[in-house]
């Protein structure tokens, strides 16, 4: 079966889910089994609407012995099967393309332990970000992480994308603070490496192959992880500046100025600014500049902090490398100024189709892209946007036509990555692969590399029958191109 929606991708050798096959599900998860299709609808179809599967049949387990059982039958009558969190993801890995089982992690949502002495969180994949950070924070901690996703996406999904998002340059990746994961393997066996401990060094660091691995090698189902305490004092400061050359001499002021309390520095072009404005009603709360910057502290002392950021300011100032600047202290007006930043990816869904992407590239280079770009594409779209965590160097290029244009694509693709790879960055800083970058791995990727990546999946699960490995998702799943 080749897809008409997908031209060139072609269903793999796999069977198609039978009346036995939905009794035997029954007996793993009874009443869990979804075939009503109005209710798969949602899990069909990705964040972005533009990427639809056409499966017929979702499982919600609520244990790690569940999931198992699923997956050691699907592998035994080789069906193929999609892990599926809160289906935030960027690039098309969360949804079927075919008649894959959905594996939806959204009734395994316990938390199974924290402790408010080491700061160590012990809970199941389908918890959902926000809620995790709510309760963390009565508790006195913080979640390491947080995306403008926090409200659906799920613990699971982000360390299957090794999600990096708002806080990474305070708290570092998650493969630094995951400690263990709990994952079972296409064939159904359940590989506890749930350690709560600091230091592990015996033998290989298995887990660290399921962080970001995007459901190919195993469901994750429980996770270990490291909570910092929750900070004290928290500002928020908002400028607006000329060039990007001086938003990058506020990125340089910012580091030796702020030093450790320094906890975010994010930017967006006025394009992005326009966008959030009028799609969205968001209010710009100073005066209309080409870049803006948003520097968030955090610290254990509110007086030493401002009087930190004060200096800052003031020098920004009178160095005029920032044109104006608001500061925010009080919980509502961070809030409104982590909007602008936060909803950006939702108001250009308003605008029609999204071409993304997602790019690590040398701060020097970051900007040059996406005017080159702009002129380059011209007319052909209607936004061109720069936006991102620039303290991670990752910029977020964004195009928008008001329908899907091939010719828009094709000026875009392979372009943008083969600009990308000849300055040395990452065809996908945070997003992951999924379906839509996975051919492109090689702008960032060895050959070598890339054949060990295959050779891993063939081990975990050898019942892949897809020529490209990394389109496969658990349980021989039928995600390939021929
Ligand atoms: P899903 O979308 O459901 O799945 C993502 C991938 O992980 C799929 O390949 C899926 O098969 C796999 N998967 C899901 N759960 C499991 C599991 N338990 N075991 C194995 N595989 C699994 N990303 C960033 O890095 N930084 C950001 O700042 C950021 N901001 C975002 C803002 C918005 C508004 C949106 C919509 C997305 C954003 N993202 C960001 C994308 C990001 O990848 C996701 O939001 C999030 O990490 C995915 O979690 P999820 O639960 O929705 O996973
Ligand atoms: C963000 O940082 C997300 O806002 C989404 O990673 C980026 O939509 C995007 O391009
Ligand atoms: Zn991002």
């Known amino acids: 079966l080749t897809s008409t929606r997908y031209p060139g991708l072609k269903r793999g050798q796999y069977s198609e889910v039978t009346d036995e096959d939905i009794r035997a599900f029954e007996t793993f998860v009874p009443s869990r089994v979804v075939t009503n299709l109005d209710e798969i609808l949602p899990h ?79 809970c199941q994949a389908g918890c959902v970000l926000e809620s995790l950070d709510k309760l963390m924070e009565d508790h006195g901690f913080i979640m390491p992480l947080d995306l403008g996703a926090k409200g659906s996406c799920h613990i699971g999904g982000n360390i299957a994308t090794n999600a990096g998002g708002l806080r990474r340059l305070r708290y570092g990746s998650l493969h630094g603070n995951v400690l263990g994961l709990e994952v079972v393997l296409p064939d159904g066996i359940i590989l506890d490496c749930l350690s709560s401990m600091l230091k592990d ?25 490291l909570i910092p305490p929750r900070p004290k004092a928290v500002n928020v400061t908002f400028l607006g500046c000329a060039t990007f050359s001086d938003v990058l001499s506020t990125y340089k002021l910012a580091r030796s100025m702020l030093g450790e309390i320094l906890s975010a520095f994010e930017f967006l072009d006025d394009f992005c600014m326009n966008l959030v404005e009028t799609k969205l009603g968001l209010h710009n709360p100073i005066s209309k500049q080409p870049f803006y910057v948003l520097i968030e502290t955090s610290g254990s002392n ?12 003031e020098k920004l100032t009178f160095d005029k490398i920032a044109r104006d600047g608001t500061l925010a202290t009080d919980l509502s007006k961070l809030k409104e100024v982590w909007d602008i930043r936060e909803r950006i990816s939702e108001s250009l869904t ?30 052909l779209v209607t936004n061109c946007v720069g936006y991102g965590h620039l303290g991670d160097c ?23 990555y083969q600009w990308t790879a000849k300055h040395g960055g990452s065809i996908s800083a945070e997003h992951g692969l999924g379906l839509k970058k996975a051919n492109y791995i090689h702008y960032s990727k060895s050959s070598p590399s890339v054949d060990l990546m295959k050779n891993i999946k063939q081990l975990l699960d050898p019942k892949v029958t897809c020529p490209n490995y990394l389109l496969a998702s658990v349980g021989s799943i039928a995600k390939h191109l021929e």
């Open 350 to 379: 308003l605008c029609g189709t999204t071409y993304k992407y997602d790019l690590s590239l040398p701060l020097s280079k970051m900007y040059e892209l996406v005017s080159h770009m702009r002129e380059r594409l011209g007319d």
């Open 394 to 416: 990752n910029l977020h290029l964004n195009f928008t036509t008001p329908e899907f244009s091939e010719q828009v694509l094709d000026s875009i693709e392979p372009y943008v």
């Open 201 to 225: 060094n015996t033998g290989y660091d298995l887990k660290q192959l399921f962080i970001g691995s995007e459901g190919h090698l195993g469901v994750i189902t429980t996770a270990s992880i």
């Open 44 to 122: 069909n179809v990705d964040w972005l609407r533009m990427v639809r599967g056409t499966s017929k049949i979702l499982l919600k387990p609520k244990t790690t012995e569940e999931v198992s059982q699923i997956l050691a039958y699907c592998n035994s009558r080789r069906l193929a099967v999609v892990p599926q969190g809160g289906n935030t993801g960027l690039v098309g890995g969360s949804v079927p393309i075919f008649d894959e089982i959905i594996l939806s992690t959204s009734l395994m949502n316990q938390v199974l332990s924290f402790d408010d002495v080491s700061g160590i969180l012990v």
């Open 302 to 313: 509110s007086s030493h902090d401002e009087e930190k950021l004060n200096f800052f300011l």
